[in-house]
């Protein structure tokens, strides 16, 4: 059983698209996050929802909006695809909010975003 | 604010050989949480280590090994007897106790391990 699941793995859109990524935790946590892993490999977080909430909203362009429709899913739709978009963008989940002894981060196996 | 440094962009050695990664963090929090996580070259983060910021004991894992001294804010990395397996990026990542359970990454250490 793959515990945080994100479709598609390769996703590749002309300048100008609105495309969507999915994203699904099976582990029951209740927050669950965005990064984005440019192409130096930084890795920077995007949002967090906690129980369909938004928490963190890292100063990304209103084009990207994560929707979160039970906490078992956090997707993301990015609106007027630019070039500057194209990334690896991964899914996380943890059991809770606060940081914490056991509040262990699950990534997703990431979705490679080519914009051309 | 929280920062995590690796300064080492690229490491490169040869099989057999002991390599330490270094990091190093910033941050006002009493209450805090290290990380290392491990990216093969396809892709996906491998959970390493995590540590708390009360805990400096440091830790084995088999080949790995990890050395937490507060005095320093380092939270370096050893891997000892190297194997091709191992190449990857490290990555270093802080949790504050304030800003809830978002990673603060560093930049990444690019790891070869030649045979």
């Known amino acids: 059983d793959t515990a945080v699941s994100q479709t598609p793995k390769y996703l590749v859109t002309q300048m100008g698209n609105d495309k969507s990524i999915k994203c699904e935790q099976n582990l029951g946590h209740d927050t669950m996050y965005w990064y984005k892993q440019d192409s130096k490999k930084f890795l920077k977080i995007m949002f967090s929802?906690?129980?369909?909430?938004?928490?963190i909203n890292e100063t990304v362009p209103n084009r990207f909006s994560p929707k979160s429709p039970d906490k078992a899913h956090l997707n993301l739709h990015i609106n007027s695809l630019e070039l500057g978009d194209s990334a690896v963008y991964f899914c996380a989940s943890s059991p809770q909010l606060t940081s914490g002894p056991n509040n262990e981060q699950f990534f997703g196996p990431g979705t490679r975003l080519t914009v051309l | 604010a929280q920062k995590v440094t690796q300064a080492q962009t690229e490491i490169s050695v040869v099989e057999k050989e002991d390599v330490t990664l270094d990091c190093v963090y910033e941050?006002?929090?009493?209450?805090?949480?290290l990380f290392w996580y491990k990216q093969p070259p396809s892709g996906e983060l491998v959970f390493l280590i995590r540590r708390n910021s009360f805990d400096e004991q440091n830790e084995i894992s088999g080949r790995y090994s990890w050395n937490f001294q507060k005095s320093t804010s380092s939270f370096n990395f050893t891997i000892t007897a190297s194997q091709v397996v191992d190449s990857a990026v490290y990555f270093c990542?802080?949790?504050?106790?304030?800003?809830?359970?978002?990673?603060?990454f560093g930049e990444g250490t690019q790891l070869t391990v030649n045979p």
């Open positions: 990542a802080l949790s504050e106790e304030t800003s809830g359970s978002r990673l603060t």
């Open positions: 929802y906690n129980n369909k909430e938004l928490i």
């Open positions: 941050t006002r929090d009493t209450t805090y949480y």
